[in-house]
């Protein structure tokens, strides 16, 4: 377990639909990182919130937002979803918003878009 | 823009034998490079990580190398088990940013 909580852990929606995905940092964690992972691929790094703050973007589509609020869990806003949004969302946690830290990942929601 | 280039995408090997996985970074200010371990269907753990002020460091069977002037680090599994198979990332980051290499799945052979 490692301390970091995603829900909801699968998601089936349509396209055009709106989803929301949460995720509670480690206790003492004050970032937070939103990846993308879709079938065999890599980690997409999506964007960052450091107590709060967007701290940095990465390969972020505009239909995507993000917020961290002030007890520090953070949502994933999806929007007018297309077949390929279907992945696996995972979020991480960090103790500081420095990216060279050691990063813990919570399990993630596995999203598909009939 | 700054990449990070992980070699090879897969790798089979003997269970027993050793296993390399090598990555090359681009950005100079990249100073901390963790490994992390992902399981079918499960998150990536972290595995070991290295900073920059370090060329060497080791856990128990897996190891990781950097090379700070040619931009290079891998990652050494020795004695590989069957609990090895997995897809293996390496990550290159400075305060700024993280750049994951596209990872390397790693089969251990009976």
């Known amino acids: 377990d490692s301390g970091v909580t995603q829900t909801p852990k699968h998601l089936i929606t349509a396209t055009g639909q709106r989803v929301t995905l949460r995720c509670s940092p480690r206790s003492g964690d004050l970032s937070v990182y939103w990846y993308q992972q879709s079938l065999d691929q890599g980690l997409q790094f999506l964007i960052q919130y450091y107590n709060g703050e967007e701290r940095a973007k990465g390969n972020i589509l505009e239909r995507f937002s993000a917020q961290q609020f002030p007890d520090l869990h953070s949502e994933l806003n999806l929007s007018s979803l297309e077949l390929g949004d279907s992945a696996l969302y995972f979020c991480?946690?960090?103790?500081?918003?420095?990216?060279?830290?050691?990063?813990?990942f919570g399990d993630g929601t596995r999203l598909s878009i009939l | 823009g700054e990449n990070v280039e992980q070699h090879p995408s897969t790798l089979s090997v003997q269970e027993g034998d050793s296993a390399v996985i090598k990555c090359t970074y681009s950005?100079?200010?990249?100073?901390?490079f963790p490994w992390y371990k992902q399981e079918l269907g499960k998150r990536p753990q972290l595995i070991i990580d290295i900073r920059s002020n370090v060329g060497e460091k080791k856990d128990q069977r897996i190891a990781v190398t950097l090379n700070k002037t040619a931009k290079h680090f891998s990652l050494h599994i020795t004695e590989t088990q069957p609990e090895d198979s997995a897809v293996y990332f390496c990550?290159?980051?400075?305060?700024?940013?993280?750049?994951f290499g596209s990872g390397t799945r790693l089969s251990i052979r009976p």
């Open positions: 950005d100079s200010a990249s100073n901390y």
């Open positions: 991480a946690s960090s103790k500081t918003g420095d990216s060279n830290q050691p990063q813990h």
């Open positions: 990550a290159a980051s400075s305060a700024s940013k993280i750049i």
